[in-house]
C-alpha cells in the first residue's frame, strides 16, 4: 500500500502539547490512562494557556508518552511534543517512516516484554519486522489485544475497547447541544479478519458547558474522535493520513488476528 500524505503540520495556531490534550482527554476523563487531572487537562487544552502544565500532564500518559519520544529521537526532534510528532502519533505522517525496525523493537522490548509470556512476546516482537510502526492505531491493533488491560483492569470485550480507543473520523451530521450527531466508520470482525466497514450513526460529545475542542463545527465537517469526544476538525490531508495510516496497521495487525 501506498501511504501519500507527505506534507506535515499540525492545523494553524495548535501547539504540539494542545493537540496532543485533544486526543488524550478522551480516554483520560474515564481514567483509562494519564494522570488523574483531567479537568486540568480539558482546561489547559480548552484554553489553549498553559503549555508547560500540558507538557507536564503529557509526560504522564505511560502508553503514549515513550512512543512521542521514539518518533522525535528517530527524527532528530529534540521535543516529544512538537505539533509534528503528535500528529505522527495520533494521526500518522511521514515521520513515522525514520522509526527503524530496530528502533521499534528495543522499545518494545523494553517497555513489554515482561509484561508478556514467551508466546505473548514472540508474537509481538516481530511486528516491527512486518512493517508496523509506533503510532496509536499499532498500539490499539496490536499491543492492546496481547496487553488486554487498561489501567482499570482486564477488559471484556476487546473489540468494542479496541473501536473506541482507536482514533477514527466521522462525518458530522448535526448538532444537539454539547453533543454531535455524526456518521463514523466502525471497526468490525469480517470472517476471521478486523475490518473497517460502513458507516454507522453515532451521537459523541463535542463540548463540556459550552467549552471543547471544537468551534463552529458544521454539517458535512469530518471529525477525528477518540472513544466519546471529538477532537478535531480534520482537512483533506489528514483525513487522507489518518485512513491510510490507520489501513496499513490494520493489515499488519491481521497478519496474526
Known sequence: MTLTPATMAAPAGTSGPVLFARYAYGPNRLGYC????????FGEATRGGDDAGLRRLAA???????YLQLIARANGIADPLDARVVEAYWLGNDLLRRVTPALLG???DLRFRRRLGT?????LADKPNTGALPMHAF??????????????GSVNDVLHVMD??????GRVLERDGDFLVVSA??????GSKLAIVPPRVERIRGWRDGAGFINDVAP???ISIHWDWACDRLDARRLASLRAWTAHELAIANTTV
Do not use: T
Request: proline share 8%; glycine share 12%; aromatic share 12%.
Open 164 to 169: 473506541s480507543c482507536r482514533i477514527r473520523w
Open 119 to 123: 508466546d505473548g512476546w514472540r508474537w
Open 185 to 190: 466508520v466502525p471497526l468490525a470482525v469480517m
Open 60 to 66: 504522564q500518559f505511560e502508553g503514549a508518552f515513550p
Open 106 to 108: 528495543d522499545s518494545l
Open 139 to 152: 498500539h490499539v491493533l496490536d499491543v492492546f489485544p496481547r496487553l488486554g488491560l487498561l489501567r482499570g
Open 220 to 222: 458535512g465537517d469530518v
Open 34 to 41: 494519564g494522570p488523574d487531572d483531567a479537568v486540568e487537562l
